[in-house]
């Protein structure tokens, strides 16, 4: 009697362990996924460096560009400082001045000291012809402005003629290298490691499926584990923005 009530015992306790069993079998999730991800790449912006007018833009908004390309150039206005001669004109119309006043002095029109006015004026014409001048006069010097990294031209509403100063953003570059950053449930992180390769799915592509590695993961924060996931394949000549939404699983 004793054995029997023993063996229905443990029957229940088997029952009842391969309920719990079953249940965390059927509740755990097939795969880890997350809808909150998104596309991010590097954008740097590029200023003018000089104030001036933009002579020439040459590319167009969302042109795909390489590095060292040039994009637009700044024409600016330089004062330069120039050695010259004298063109002489001062010292004749001194000599003309002179020779009249001579004459003018001679016939008792005009007095001595008038007569010393106009003499001391040609000493002083004299001399400078024989001086060479400084003048600032002003140049044009064009700069250009390059594509510091590969990618994606993000013009910034300036055209041909535009007058900008030396901070002036001209254009911004999205970088042609793109990669996911994406935020998975704290409840994953035992899971969630560095070099698990997962499965993307782009939003705008919803008919294709990337595959990637998870490359870096941070502490948890207020949206979750953050996660920075490296595309597999090359994605430079896919229409990716920064923003576009995706779904990552982990295999």
């Given at each position: ?90 010292l004749k119309q001194a000599e003309e001045k002179y020779e009249n006043a001579a004459i003018m002095y001679k016939d008792g029109v005009i007095s001595q000291a008038e007569y010393d006015r106009y003499l001391n004026n040609l000493e002083k014409e004299q ?125």
């Amino acid at each position: 009697m004793i054995n029997r009530k023993l063996t229905v015992l443990g029957i229940c306790i088997l029952a009842v362990f391969g309920g719990i069993i079953a249940f965390n079998i059927k509740t755990k999730p097939e795969q880890i996924e997350t809808l909150n991800a998104f596309i991010s790449s590097e954008s740097v912006s590029i200023q003018s460096g000089n104030s001036g007018i933009i002579k020439n833009i040459q590319v167009k908004q969302s042109d795909k560009v390489q590095k060292g390309q040039v994009l637009a150039e700044i024409e600016t206005s330089v004062p330069v400082t120039k050695t010259v001669k004298n063109d002489g004109q001062k010292l004749k119309q001194a000599e003309e001045k002179y020779e009249n006043a001579a004459i003018m002095y001679k016939d008792g029109v005009i007095s001595q000291a008038e007569y010393d006015r106009y003499l001391n004026n040609l000493e002083k014409e004299q001399n400078n012809a024989e001086k060479p001048q400084n003048k600032v006069i002003l140049t044009s010097q064009v700069t250009k402005i390059y594509a510091p990294i590969d990618g994606v031209v993000v013009l910034n509403n300036l055209k041909n003629g535009d007058t900008v100063n030396k901070e002036a953003i001209i254009a911004k570059v999205n970088s042609s290298h793109k990669e996911i950053n994406a935020y998975f449930p704290v409840s994953y992180k035992d899971e969630i490691k560095t070099g698990c390769s997962v499965n993307i799915t782009v939003i705008k592509f919803p008919e294709k499926t990337f595959t990637g590695k998870i490359q870096e993961v941070s502490l948890p924060d207020n949206k979750g584990i953050p996660v920075k996931i490296s595309f597999d394949q090359d994605t430079s000549n896919l229409d990716f923005l920064n923003g576009d939404s995706a779904i990552v699983k982990i295999k």
